[in-house]
T-cell receptor, first 121, second 111 residues
């Protein structure tokens, strides 16, 4: 299967600072990447969908000025949490979609990064 | 609209017990169906998938069959291990932008 990496895996920051999280598809090109947020013991909440070279599409209720997404290349997307506050503390997971890889029957499949735990003090 | 419904957890089993986690879906068109697993503190890993009716996805002893007549994709494993303790997500994709995820089912396996 395809590999998606995220960096950092965890970060602690002070309230008011900005934090950047990187998401990379390591062995495939991803035209579409997704950013999710997950609260403890809950399912994934889609925050935004980003396509390489264009503006991200944000889900309803997600502040685009607070959660800046840049999909700079076919293998890299970044999420910047600006002026972070304690309520932004969460587990952030990125995902990349690829067209079916060899041996996978040609089905578009999403692969996920390992997640980044953000704690804002 | 498209949706996925999973059985509520947590599910608690003893080691070597049989596992079933129910998943049903509502979708227009012909979705691809997926099971993802999330171990504590980690992201989601693709466990298995099926792309058309009657397909069976399988991996690591887990199986799920795409049942169009009952719009279901139940996850099964014949003999669970403690290491299978995780959260399992059923999902569907119809070719649009979004993959639709179920709420997740937490599985605890006791030694």
């Amino acid at each position: 299967g395809a590999v998606v990496s995220q960096h950092p895996s965890w970060v602690i920051c002070k309230s008011g600072t900005s934090v950047k999280i990187e998401c990379r598809s390591l062995d495939f090109q991803a035209t579409t990447m997704f950013w999710y947020r997950q609260f403890p013991k809950q399912s994934l909440m889609l925050m935004a969908t980003s396509n390489e070279g264009s503006k991200a599409t944000y889900e309803q209720g997600v502040e685009k000025d607070k959660f800046l997404i840049n999909h700079a290349s076919l293998t890299l997307s970044t999420l910047t949490v600006t002026s972070a506050h304690p309520e932004d503390s969460s587990f952030y997971i990125c995902s990349a979609r690829t067209a079916g890889l060899a041996g996978e029957g040609g089905t578009d499949t999403q692969y996920f990064g390992p997640g980044t735990r953000l704690t804002v003090l | 609209g498209n949706s996925v419904t999973q059985m509520e957890g947590p599910v608690t089993l003893s080691e070597e017990a049989f596992l079933t986690i129910n998943c049903t879906y509502t979708a227009t068109g012909y979705p691809s169906l997926f099971w993802y697993v999330q171990y504590p503190g980690e992201g989601l890993q693709l466990l298995l998938k099926a792309t058309k009716a009657d397909d069976k996805g399988s991996n690591k002893g887990f199986e799920a069959t795409y049942r169009k007549e009952t719009t279901s994709f139940h996850l099964e494993k014949g003999s669970v291990q403690v290491s299978d303790s995780a959260v399992y997500f059923c999902a569907l994709y119809t070719g649009g932008f979004k993959t639709i995820f179920g709420a997740g089912t937490r599985l605890f396996v006791k030694a």
